[in-house]
């Protein structure tokens, strides 16, 4: 008789596991059988394998959402990403100019050459072949020129950094009337502002050059992207803690300052350039009357707001 329809999974399974009554037809069953179950095996530690692993991605997620910070620049504590900082890690970076030790080497030398050949590939040439590279070592760089005024730049503010730390300020204030007096941010600023621009004045005759070819729409990004570098550099030496919106407007208003006073720079036949100096020094106090000016309007509105506010509230008015 057939079996009814109404079997439980149970009965199938008893049914299933019967033996047949041949010894070939039990044999074959049994093999069957033993491939069905090492295949159920199998498939059961693969299962419990993509369960851990999915269980330990969820908790590495969950660990490094809770432990993720976000540091400011302009101060040493950490805090949550919840509350973000000004100046937000998250901003697109600007472009990279990183090079291997073979170009570091060719254009470490081809700055000795820039006085008397200026920006050009003659003295990456004659750089590559003081370090013992051949000429044709120039394919190295893609940028060619814009390379060697790129790496002048960044040299420039890595010998900057060397002055601080071996005490520029400290000089600079006892050669001053005050060397009990600390020195103010603006002071400092000041400092290093002209202590860059004195950096050019032996290739000050090569830079209208570097300027034009800065101003190719190909190159302007990465001339500005060094521009903001040394802006901010010199802010951070100068020890800026701003992590309002000034924090930007200081480093506009100072890389404006210093692109300014380099043309002025390069048009100053005066002694030891101090036409230069005095253009920063004027532009300097401008930019601060400015900023006090700015403040006092912001804080003459906010009487005034302020004062319509109460006089709305005495005529009975709710606001």
Known sequence: MAQPLSLTCRQKATSMTRLPSSSAARAFFLSEYGKLQQHRRKSLVFGQRIITRSLSLQSSRRASS???????????TQIP???RCYHSHFHPPLPTHEYTNSQTAILSAALEHIPEHGFTKEALT???????????SLQLFERQEMDLILFWLASRRGLLRAKVENGLFEKMKNEGDNASRELSVDEKVRILLLERLRMNEKIIHRWQDALALMSFPSNIPLALSELHSLSSDILYLAGDTSIDAS???????????????EVVMTQD???????T???????IQDNKAIGEKLADVKSYLGFLASTAVGLGRSWGLKI
Do not use: H, M, Q
């Open 277 to 283: 100096e005095a253009f920063v020094n004027r532009r």
């Open 247 to 261: 924090w930007y407007t200081k480093r506009l208003s100072l890389s404006t300052i210093y692109a300014s006073a």
């Open 269 to 275: 036949p005066s002694p030891k350039f101090s036409a």
């Open 126 to 136: 004659l750089g590559a072949r003081d370090v013992g590279f051949l000429d044709v």
């Open 66 to 76: 809770t432990n993720n910070t976000l540091r400011c620049p302009s101060t040493a």
């Open 81 to 83: 990403s919840t509350a």
